[in-house]
């Protein structure tokens, strides 16, 4: 406190304090407008640029704002006449007990720190974070991770939840295995319905060739022979395919004249065995 007290005795003319001050003033705004140009400029390359992954944008233009802006307030304070020395120290010590204080924020940072290291998750990829839910990851903070589901709803998660859990990812992967089983009956003709699956699967633009698409029995149930439909298709794709298949296969065996497959139960009539001549008689 003497210090600054003697800092500003030092300047005998007020009109230097209100200069000094206007100085002091306009290093803290520039400062902080510098701060925010380099953010949007940080954002601004990575939107045009293929090479960087738009997952740790958000995180590294944080800390890059927030370390301009501490320099900035550092050199302020420093010339205002605080000793920043002490005042760093002094920053370190409240550091340390608001850090035991706020453990589990520190503990979501530290866990956005690893999600950005070792990339489970990027930006722009469809997971299911264990039982918490599923959606495409719009951005990876700080402390949370926020997804939008396929219904447009957005989900928060804090980023120790999102490390901790088992994660599903769909996206990562260029080509998905898709699976349609569909019944025949068994008194239909099964070697036309396989036949007819099998050239239907074949003749699809969004099925790959490689792996070869499957045509198979798979289980016999009470009235139905099942039929696995097991093909592999880009992953952009997949959606588009199965809501595809779904609609044409029912339609391509009926067209082959096999029936949908319904419930069916044998019912028998055994009549009953005629009585004896003996005790008809009695």
Partial sequence: MEQLQAFWSSIPDPSGIV??????????????????????????IADRSPRIDPTIVPMVRSVTV??????????????????????VAMLGASALAI???????????AAGIMLLVLRPVRAGEFVAIGSQGSGTVDEIGLFMTRF????GIQILLPNTLVWGSPITNYSRNKTRRLDMMLGVRYD??????LATLKALVDRHDGILGDPAPQVMVMEYRESTIMVNIRVWT???????VYF?????????????GLRSPIPLRE???????????GAANG
């Fill in 19 to 44: 200069i000094h001050l206007g100085v002091t003033l306009a290093i803290l705004v520039v400062g902080w407008a510098v701060s925010n140009l380099l953010g949007r400029w940080m954002r601004h």
């Fill in 66 to 87: 927030w370390a301009v802006r501490i320099v900035v307030l550092l050199a302020v304070l420093a010339r205002l006449g605080v000793q920043t020395a002490s005042l």
């Fill in 99 to 109: 850090g035991l204080a706020l453990q589990g924020t520190l503990q979501n940072f």
């Fill in 148 to 151: 939008v589901q396929a219904d």
């Fill in 188 to 193: 239909d003709d099964l070697e036309s319905a």
């Fill in 234 to 240: 880009p992953a952009e794709k997949y959606w588009d």
């Fill in 244 to 256: 595809d298949l779904h609609r044409r296969a029912p339609q391509e065996l009926r067209q082959a």
């Fill in 267 to 277: 019912v028998q009539s055994i009549p009953a065995p005629a009585p004896e001549n």
